[in-house]
C-alpha cells in the first residue's frame, strides 16, 4: 500500500512563493496518476493540480493557473507543487493524493485511492 508525506508548507507573505513535496513509500507511484488538493476549515477539498503517470500531461484549477506547476519524478517516488504568487486566498491545507487511474485527469476526490495527512500553506497580506 502507498503511502504519502507531504512537506514545504509555511508561513509566507503574499507574493512570495513555496515548493510542497509529497515522498511516496510502501510501493512505486510510476503507475499513478498524482493530484494535489487544498481545504479550508469548514469547505470542501478542492481539486488544485493533477499529473498523469510521465509528467508529459497536467491539469490545473482555473484559480491557480500560471501560476502552480506540478512535477514529478518517478525515480525518486516523488511530486511536487512549485507555487508562485500566493496569495491569502491560496492559504489552506494542501494534500498529495494517488490515483491508478495513471492519466492523470482525476479531479474527483473519489477517483483517489492514497491520500496525505496534509501540510499547511498560510499566505499573509
Known amino acids: 500500500q502507498v503511502q504519502l508525506v507531504e512537506s514545504g508548507g509555511g508561513l509566507v507573505q503574499a507574493g512570495e512563493s513555496l515548493t510542497l513535496y509529497c515522498a511516496a513509500s510502501g510501493g512505486t507511484i510510476d503507475n499513478y496518476g498524482m493530484g494535489w488538493f487544498r481545504q479550508t476549515p469548514g469547505k470542501e477539498r478542492d481539486f488544485v493540480a493533477t499529473i498523469n503517470w510521465s509528467g508529459g500531461a497536467h491539469y490545473y484549477a482555473d484559480s491557480v493557473k500560471g501560476r502552480f506547476t506540478i512535477s514529478r519524478d518517478n525515480a525518486k517516488n516523488m511530486v511536487w507543487l512549485q507555487m508562485n504568487g500566493l496569495q491569502p486566498e491560496d492559504t489552506a491545507v494542501y494534500y498529495c493524493?494517488?490515483?491508478?487511474?495513471?492519466?492523470?485527469?482525476?479531479?474527483?476526490?473519489?477517483?483517489?485511492?492514497?491520500w496525505g495527512r496534509g501540510t499547511q500553506v498560510t499566505v499573509s497580506s
Open positions: 493524493a494517488a490515483n491508478k487511474d495513471s492519466s492523470g485527469t482525476a479531479k474527483q476526490l473519489h477517483r483517489y485511492d492514497y
